[in-house]
């Protein structure tokens, strides 16, 4: 079947209401995008649904915008004085840089090269261009390896120091009774390579 099905987006149903609407609530009737599908960039696409969406929330105009026109990140800068790794920094935005990778990378090479791989396919990475034969990106931040899973992480300590704080919570079960209705329940998904879903410009 097709693994990218059309969103229908309803304004939300108390639980109790939901089983007594006709043919009950029957869970295995959601659908779920196939995650061996995945996209880069996806979010991007039915605006129009999304623009539903964002009705139902307080946060709704801003993340409609990323949407629409992706996350600009010169919205998130600030500017930065001060020392990193004994170099000393005063600017508005990041300077032009290359960081080595972490030591931990040779001892995984197998592992990094079948994730770049996975990455340049799904469209999450482009390739640049030859090392040396090419001018390089802005910044090049360093790969590493958190090895007990494993998992493939960039170091974005050097751009984190240009970037603004923008403070952020997780939901907490304290925030249960003002989402849950009397017999509702509540359940939870984990989107694939969710750092891949939106676009940077």
């Not at 969103?7 to 939300?12: E, G, I, L, R």
């Not at 931990?104 to 990455?119: A, E, G, K, P, V």
Request: charged fraction near 20%.
């Amino acid at each position: 079947g097709n693994p990218w099905p059309m969103a229908h987006p309803a304004p939300p149903t108390p639980a109790e209401e939901a089983m007594t609407l006709p043919g009950g609530a029957d869970p295995t009737t959601l659908p779920f995008r196939n995650p061996k599908c995945f996209v880069a960039g996806s979010l991007h696409h039915n605006i129009a649904e999304w623009t539903k969406l964002a009705e139902f929330s307080n946060k709704g105009k801003e993340v409609l915008g990323w949407i629409v026109n992706k996350v600009q990140l010169s919205k998130f800068f600030s500017p930065f004085e001060g020392h990193f790794k004994g170099k000393e920094y005063k600017s508005d935005t990041p300077p032009p840089i290359i960081l080595p990778n972490a030591k931990n990378c040779s001892q995984h090479y197998s592992f990094l090269t079948s994730q770049i791989r996975d990455r340049l396919e799904d469209g999450s990475i482009r390739l640049w261009g030859q090392v040396g034969h090419c001018v390089p990106p802005h910044l090049v931040l360093p790969l590493t390896v958190e090895p007990t899973k494993p998992r493939m992480c960039w170091d974005g300590r050097f751009l984190n120091l240009w970037t603004r704080d923008r403070h952020f919570n997780l939901d907490q079960i304290t925030e249960a009774p003002r989402l849950l209705y009397k017999g509702g329940y509540m359940t939870h998904t984990d989107e694939k390579s969710g750092y891949s879903h939106i676009g940077l410009s």
